[in-house]
């Protein structure tokens, strides 16, 4: 699984613009899937 | 145990027929004498006993229940001439205006009142009872003006009121008896036209002929301490009414002159009116011999000491607690300091088991005077015992698992503190008990925000759970370490609130001793140094990284240009660099706390933010920190400078004024010249005082203790300094110069027609320096103005949350993430139509690229 399929799981936990902020993010710094997991976690403290 | 529940459809009113009220009535009021001599319920009068029983020996003749159970009943009086209902009168004059006053049918010909009622009926049907009222009205006010009867030809008067209850025709008086007459003439067809159900309310019912007495069991007799009994006023006003009812009877037999007999009437009238009501504006009401208004029906309900506001939706509760607060930083957070005295009048109920029962027995032993010790010993039958210097012993012995002790509060149990008015959920939160000495409630100055409490003589209130249900929710929903985020925006609401602030501002900046760093950290309790480096110097940052977890990561925001020093950044728990303030540990916008709070959870978050505090408040404490008159001086150099920016800015508003005698300035849009010149006055006269404010914070050390309270963001801001030291500046009267008071001048010192700056509101001193006559009188204006617009918006404002707040506390998100109302309609499809849970966020927005860049700098 690479880190935006991670991004994808969240798609109906989070609003879509802050999917597509993440993915962006995670996009330009060149983020793994790991690294990708936690910060979806962090986001999506809930 | 399944509920039943049952949606109420329609609450319909009416009024009590004679009929009925005989039909419910026991007892038929005869006499006004209350007791025979014996001090028994005298038959027919007011107290019989048929109408209920106050007294504990007695049962009840109608149902031979005793005083608790027997609910009480009915009689009524026969008056000797018709009295009007004061809340019918509305309705009756509706109906005399539009009835013919002879032949009692509405004044609309067959085919308009056939037409109409066929229109009621549709309205009823498709816009509901509001619309169909709304018809009726108009028809009401239409029929007034109709002159001759269609149906009989007979002539119809103009009917007016006299208020309260005088009904007038044609500038004659229209008694009672031919208003029931006239009332008891129209048929039930047009009832319903005219919006009644003739089933529930005939309109000549509005028309009293008979009153029904209420049970006595609402209006008790109380005995007073010398015997003596005191009857309650509802029994008072009915006496009255039985009395003047007797005379009118007497009076009407014996043949008297009417004018004597309308005279009793309209006291008669007098006293009904005010039995319903006792307020109403054109009766003056009737008073006690003390001269204090008797409370009758429609006072017992309305307002706020009303059965509603009062008894229904306000109650008193038990074990509770009210008193002064004070501060007191060096109690933990999630404490609240209890005076002594309220720690041995309220208890907490703790069973008896085999294990608690030798520990228990000590506390009874102690009894209610000695602390901690217990007040009552509840045994499992219910019976309630309290404890005494004589029943102590023998309630030891009888002591067995089961019983239940109250006992005295203890440090560490779990209370219930709250301050009114409760507007959100942080209002009511839950604090661990600290028995302190004093007659004072103490609370940390960190929790005074969530409470919006300050200590001018702010009273608040402390309850104490009664259950170990009660008591698990307080300690898991409610405690102060479960509030620190605001549903509002997720922002922390607990914080370092001012000395706190200066101090870690402080804090940070400094550098200490080692020696003096450990005494610091040991005097907010914290006993391993072990972080704290081994340098016989050590920084303030040092010093307060101790106080972080040794694996907390934490990148600040980018410092603007504004503030001074650095980003601040924590690496595994220790300030590398930056300074601490409100941005960091302050309300609103505290990034550690909340990042503490995300990633070590309530409890530990809420013992740093703790520790942070104190170190603050104490680091303060050591080095001395005190404000004062003298940081306001200014050097001569900066006075100098001072005093150019104003002649400069006087110059250029005498330029402007120039410009605008020889027409050389040019309009805003959509402004006129006079307006443009104010506008651009006003602008220029702003700037002098930021201007000056300048030259202010340049003249001034950084240590001066004012600009240190303003900078970490304590307290104050750096324009109090300049207004202080330098110039208050331009006074605005909504957002306008002064131009008010005399005719072309605001003061009678002035030229007319000077549009230079000092005549309107331009003041050139700063606060220290003083003030000139007319400078202080143009402050006041500005200062009353925006006094009396505080003193008039808050309570508006207030109400309007009130209302707002009331109209929406029944939504709730649903399982399948909808937003209903109690009874299931959709008002959302999604929560805020994003789903995003507020509490979550920070302001609003989830901030992903913080967060990302967080974990990836880790």
Same mark, same amino acid.
């Given at each position: 699984?690479?880190?935006?399929?991670?991004?994808?799981?969240?798609?109906?936990?989070?609003?879509?613009?802050?999917?597509?902020?993440?993915?962006?993010?995670?996009?330009?710094?060149?983020?793994?899937?790991?690294?990708?997991?936690?910060?979806?976690?962090?986001?999506?403290?809930? | 145990?399944?509920?039943?529940?049952?949606?109420?459809?329609?609450?319909?009113?009416?009024?009590?027929?004679?009929?009925?009220?005989?039909?419910?009535?026991?007892?038929?009021?005869?006499?006004?004498?209350?007791?025979?001599?014996?001090?028994?319920?005298?038959?027919?009068?007011?107290?019989?006993?048929?109408?209920?029983?106050?007294?504990?020996?007695?049962?009840?003749?109608?149902?031979?229940?005793?005083?608790?159970?027997?609910?009480?009943?009915?009689?009524?009086?026969?008056?000797?001439?018709?009295?009007?209902?004061?809340?019918?009168?509305?309705?009756?004059?509706?109906?005399?205006?539009?009835?013919?006053?002879?032949?009692?049918?509405?004044?609309?010909?067959?085919?308009?009142?056939?037409?109409?009622?066929?229109?009621?009926?549709?309205?009823?049907?498709?816009?509901?009872?509001?619309?169909?009222?709304?018809?009726?009205?108009?028809?009401?006010?239409?029929?007034?003006?109709?002159?001759?009867?269609?149906?009989?030809?007979?002539?119809?008067?103009?009917?007016?009121?006299?208020?309260?209850?005088?009904?007038?025709?044609?500038?004659?008086?229209?008694?009672?008896?031919?208003?029931?007459?006239?009332?008891?003439?129209?048929?039930?067809?047009?009832?319903?036209?005219?919006?009644?159900?003739?089933?529930?309310?005939?309109?000549?019912?509005?028309?009293?002929?008979?009153?029904?007495?209420?049970?006595?069991?609402?209006?008790?007799?109380?005995?007073?301490?010398?015997?003596?009994?005191?009857?309650?006023?509802?029994?008072?006003?009915?006496?009255?009414?039985?009395?003047?009812?007797?005379?009118?009877?007497?009076?009407?037999?014996?043949?008297?002159?009417?004018?004597?007999?309308?005279?009793?009437?309209?006291?008669?009238?007098?006293?009904?009116?005010?039995?319903?009501?006792?307020?109403?504006?054109?009766?003056?009401?009737?008073?006690?011999?003390?001269?204090?208004?008797?409370?009758?029906?429609?006072?017992?309900?309305?307002?706020?000491?009303?059965?509603?506001?009062?008894?229904?939706?306000?109650?008193?509760?038990?074990?509770?607690?009210?008193?002064?607060?004070?501060?007191?930083?060096?109690?933990?957070?999630?404490?609240?300091?209890?005076?002594?005295?309220?720690?041995?009048?309220?208890?907490?109920?703790?069973?008896?088991?085999?294990?608690?029962?030798?520990?228990?027995?000590?506390?009874?032993?102690?009894?209610?005077?000695?602390?901690?010790?217990?007040?009552?010993?509840?045994?499992?039958?219910?019976?309630?015992?309290?404890?005494?210097?004589?029943?102590?012993?023998?309630?030891?012995?009888?002591?067995?698992?089961?019983?239940?002790?109250?006992?005295?509060?203890?440090?560490?149990?779990?209370?219930?503190?709250?301050?009114?008015?409760?507007?959100?959920?942080?209002?009511?939160?839950?604090?661990?008990?600290?028995?302190?000495?004093?007659? *004072?409630? @103490?609370?940390?100055? +960190? %929790?005074?925000? =969530?409470?919006?409490? /300050? !200590?001018? &003589?702010? #009273?608040?209130?402390?309850?104490?759970?009664?259950?170990?249900?009660?008591?698990?929710?307080?300690?898991?929903?409610?405690?102060?370490?479960?509030?620190?985020?605001?549903?509002?925006?997720?922002?922390?609401?607990?914080?370092?609130?001012?000395?706190?602030?200066?101090?870690?501002?402080?804090?940070?900046?400094?550098?200490?001793?080692?020696?003096?760093?450990?005494?610091?950290?040991?005097?907010?309790?914290?006993?391993?140094?072990?972080?704290?480096?081994?340098?016989?110097?050590? *920084?303030? @940052?040092?010093?307060? +990284? %101790?106080?972080? =977890?040794?694996?907390? /990561? !934490?990148? &600040?925001? #980018?410092?603007?240009?504004?503030?001074?020093?650095?980003?601040?950044?924590?690496?595994?728990?220790?300030?590398?660099?930056?300074?601490?303030?409100?941005?960091?540990?302050?309300?609103?916008?505290?990034?550690?706390?909340?990042?503490?709070?995300?990633?070590?959870?309530?409890?530990?978050?809420?013992?740093?933010?703790?520790?942070?505090?104190?170190?603050?408040?104490?680091?303060?404490?050591?080095?001395?920190?005190?404000?004062?008159?003298?940081?306001?001086?200014?050097?001569?150099?900066?006075?100098?400078?001072?005093?150019?920016?104003?002649?400069?800015?006087?110059?250029?508003?005498? &330029?402007?004024?120039?410009?605008?005698?020889?027409?050389?300035?040019?309009?805003?849009?959509?402004?006129?010249?006079?307006?443009?010149?104010?506008?651009?006055?006003?602008?220029?006269?702003?700037?002098?005082?930021?201007?000056?404010?300048?030259?202010?914070?340049?003249?001034?050390?950084?240590?001066?203790?004012?600009?240190?309270?303003?900078?970490?963001?304590?307290?104050?801001?750096?324009?109090?300094?300049?207004?202080?030291?330098?110039?208050?500046?331009?006074?605005?009267?909504?957002?306008?110069?002064?131009?008010?008071?005399?005719?072309?001048?605001?003061?009678?010192?002035?030229?007319?027609?000077?549009?230079?700056?000092?005549?309107?509101?331009?003041?050139?001193?700063?606060?220290?320096?003083?003030?000139?006559?007319?400078?202080?009188?143009?402050?006041?204006?500005?200062?009353?103005?925006?006094?009396?617009?505080?003193?008039?918006?808050?309570?508006?404002?207030?109400?309007?949350?009130?209302?707002?707040?009331?109209?929406?506390?029944?939504?709730?998100?649903?399982?399948?993430?909808?937003?209903?109302?109690?009874?299931?309609?959709?008002?959302?499809?999604?929560?805020?139509?994003?789903?995003?849970?507020?509490?979550?966020?920070?302001?609003?927005?989830?901030?992903?690229?913080?967060?990302?860049?967080?974990?990836?700098?880790?």
């Amino acid at each position: 699984m690479n880190a935006e399929d991670v991004v994808n799981e969240y798609k109906d936990l989070l609003p879509i613009p802050i999917i597509e902020e993440a993915k962006e993010e995670i996009k330009n710094r060149r983020i793994g899937a790991e690294k990708a997991k936690e910060i979806m976690e962090r986001i999506n403290y809930r | 145990m399944e509920a039943i529940s049952k949606v109420v459809k329609a609450i319909e009113f009416g009024f009590l027929s004679p009929d009925f009220i005989k039909k419910m009535a026991t007892v038929k009021v005869v006499t006004p004498e209350l007791y025979d001599k014996e001090g028994y319920p005298v038959d027919g009068g007011l107290m019989d006993t048929r109408m209920g029983v106050i007294d504990p020996g007695l049962t009840c003749p109608v149902d031979g229940k005793k005083l608790k159970d027997s609910p009480g009943y009915f009689g009524y009086i026969e008056l000797a001439r018709p009295v009007i209902h004061l809340h019918g009168i509305n309705i009756i004059l509706a109906f005399l205006r539009s009835t013919c006053r002879e032949c009692g049918k509405v004044l609309l010909d067959e085919e308009a009142r056939s037409k109409f009622l066929g229109r009621l009926e549709t309205l009823e049907k498709e816009k509901g009872v509001n619309a169909k009222r709304k018809e009726i009205n108009l028809l009401v006010n239409k029929l007034k003006s109709v002159r001759k009867c269609p149906h009989c030809k007979a002539k119809q008067y103009k009917i007016n009121l006299e208020k309260p209850t005088t009904v007038m025709e044609n500038d004659k008086r229209v008694f009672p008896i031919e208003i029931k007459m006239r009332l008891e003439n129209i048929n039930d067809e047009d009832v319903t036209i005219l919006g009644l159900n003739p089933r529930k309310s005939r309109p000549e019912w509005m028309v009293l002929s008979l009153l029904p007495i209420p049970p006595v069991t609402i209006r008790p007799s109380i005995t007073l301490e010398s015997g003596e009994r005191s009857e309650d006023d509802l029994t008072h006003k009915l006496g009255d009414i039985v009395r003047i009812n007797q005379r009118l009877f007497e009076n009407i037999n014996a043949g008297a002159p009417e004018i004597i007999v309308e005279d009793l009437w309209d006291l008669l009238q007098y006293h009904i009116t005010t039995f319903f009501d006792n307020s109403t504006s054109s009766v003056p009401p009737a008073r006690h011999r003390s001269g204090e208004p008797l409370k009758t029906l429609t006072e017992r309900i309305k307002s706020k000491e009303g059965r509603f506001r009062h008894n229904l939706t306000g109650k008193r509760v038990n074990y509770s607690a009210r008193t002064l607060i004070s501060p007191d930083p060096m109690i933990d957070l999630n404490e609240v300091g209890v005076p002594l005295e309220i720690g041995m009048e309220l208890t907490v109920p703790e069973r008896v088991t085999e294990w608690n029962m030798d520990r228990l027995k000590e506390f009874i032993k102690k009894g209610p005077k000695v602390y901690p010790g217990s007040n009552y010993v509840i045994s499992p039958d219910g019976k309630k015992k309290k404890i005494t210097e004589e029943s102590k012993e023998q309630l030891i012995e009888e002591l067995q698992p089961g019983y239940i002790v109250e006992r005295h509060l203890m440090d560490g149990d779990i209370a219930i503190f709250n301050r009114q008015p409760s507007l959100h959920r942080m209002s009511i939160m839950s604090h661990r008990i600290k028995i302190l000495p004093g007659r *004072s409630f @103490r609370l940390n100055p +960190s %929790v005074c925000t =969530p409470y919006n409490a /300050d !200590f001018d &003589g702010d #009273e608040m209130n402390l309850h104490i759970p009664q259950n170990e249900e009660a008591m698990a929710e307080a300690e898991l929903l409610m405690e102060v370490q479960t509030q620190i985020i605001t549903p509002k925006n997720g922002l922390n609401i607990v914080a370092s609130i001012q000395d706190a602030i200066t101090g870690n501002y402080l804090l940070t900046k400094s550098e200490m001793s080692r020696e003096e760093a450990v005494s610091l950290l040991l005097s907010i309790g914290i006993d391993d140094v072990s972080r704290l480096p081994t340098t016989k110097k050590v *920084s303030g @940052r040092d010093v307060f +990284s %101790v106080l972080l =977890p040794d694996d907390f /990561d !934490f990148i &600040g925001e #980018e410092v603007d240009s504004k503030r001074k020093g650095e980003k601040v950044i924590i690496k595994k728990g220790r300030l590398i660099s930056g300074i601490i303030d409100k941005s960091y540990i302050g309300e609103g916008s505290g990034h550690i706390l909340r990042t503490l709070y995300a990633q070590y959870g309530p409890n530990k978050a809420v013992l740093i933010l703790g520790n942070i505090s104190k170190i603050g408040i104490r680091h303060l404490l050591n080095i001395g920190f005190s404000t004062g008159i003298v940081d306001a001086d200014l050097n001569e150099e900066a006075v100098k400078q001072i005093k150019e920016i104003i002649e400069d800015a006087e110059k250029k508003v005498d &330029g402007l004024i120039e410009d605008y005698k020889n027409k050389n300035l040019e309009a805003y849009p959509s402004k006129t010249l006079k307006e443009t010149l104010e506008l651009k006055i006003l602008e220029v006269l702003n700037k002098t005082r930021n201007k000056a404010g300048e030259v202010v914070i340049a003249s001034n050390k950084e240590e001066n203790p004012t600009m240190v309270m303003a900078n970490s963001g304590a307290r104050g801001n750096l324009t109090n300094l300049a207004q202080i030291a330098a110039l208050v500046g331009q006074q605005a009267l909504r957002g306008e110069r002064i131009t008010k008071g005399y005719k072309g001048r605001t003061l009678s010192m002035f030229k007319k027609n000077d549009l230079t700056s000092t005549p309107h509101g331009f003041i050139r001193h700063g606060y220290k320096g003083g003030l000139s006559p007319s400078e202080f009188f143009f402050h006041a204006m500005t200062g009353r103005d925006s006094l009396m617009d505080t003193a008039l918006r808050t309570p508006k404002s207030g109400y309007l949350y009130r209302r707002l707040a009331n109209a929406l506390q029944d939504l709730k998100i649903e399982y399948d993430g909808t937003v209903r109302t109690s009874s299931g309609a959709i008002v959302q499809f999604t929560y805020g139509d994003d789903g995003l849970d507020i509490s979550r966020t920070e302001g609003g927005s989830i901030n992903v690229k913080r967060i990302v860049r967080n974990i990836v700098e880790k």
